[in-house]
């Protein structure tokens, strides 16, 4: 069983998380992806809805994929959480599993500063997928993957090639996933919301209606979207 670990703030979760985990889930071969939803994290606790809020949006936001399913666990911890501790549980709950950390290019370039992310690497292969404006070529110099050449990142920027498979220094693999690119971000979400603008067609209608019903992110109950 080859599980994908999407953790994310998913505040609100669109459909730029969703085709993405879709995407990666079959370029490699994932039986599901699993949906983690983050604590609100120190450093970004402006316009951050309950933890309640933002797992209830992920649940209804996959409940018609079989192949995707949501975890509270980061949720349930008393203290600050992390990635490491939640790959660690995961290989706990199922032992058999294979798992691949996904996250966006965006999200890969902040790897570094993420609590031991060199036994991360030991424990999980990663996948990084596509987001714009963010390139592969931001990531040519990481140090926790072998060198990524000028070749492979011409084919990935072109789209010839979907995906390259790397080495962690870890030693396990690391994948650079082109995706359907979609410009969609929560923090676009909750600035239309704001200002009453629509936001149908960025998110599943149960999540809109969700986000208008209990007027999350300073929005007033205007039109439900039904
Ligand atoms: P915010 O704007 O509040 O930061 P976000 O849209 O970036 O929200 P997050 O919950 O921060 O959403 O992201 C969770 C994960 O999903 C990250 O790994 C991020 O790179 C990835 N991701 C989010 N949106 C997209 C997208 N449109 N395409 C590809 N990956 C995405
Ligand atoms: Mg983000």
Known sequence: MRIGIFGGVFNPI???HLRAAEEVRTALDMDRVMFVTAARPPHKSLEIAAASDRLKMVQDAIRDNP???SSSLE???????????TIEELRGNYPSAEFCFVMGIDA??????????EKILSLSDIAIISRPPFGFDRIADSPFLTKITGGELDSLKDGKTRMIKKSSTAGRKIY????????ISSTLIRKLVKNGGSIKYLLPAAVESYILSNKLYGGSMGHTGG
């Open 176 to 183: 650079l996933t082109n995706i359907t690119p979609l410009g």
């Open 67 to 69: 192949n995707f399913i």
């Open 75 to 85: 949720l349930n911890r008393p203290a600050a959480s992390f990635s490491i501790h």
């Open 14 to 16: 669109h459909f730029g």
């Open 108 to 117: 890969f370039l902040d790897f570094s500063t993420w609590l031991q992310p």
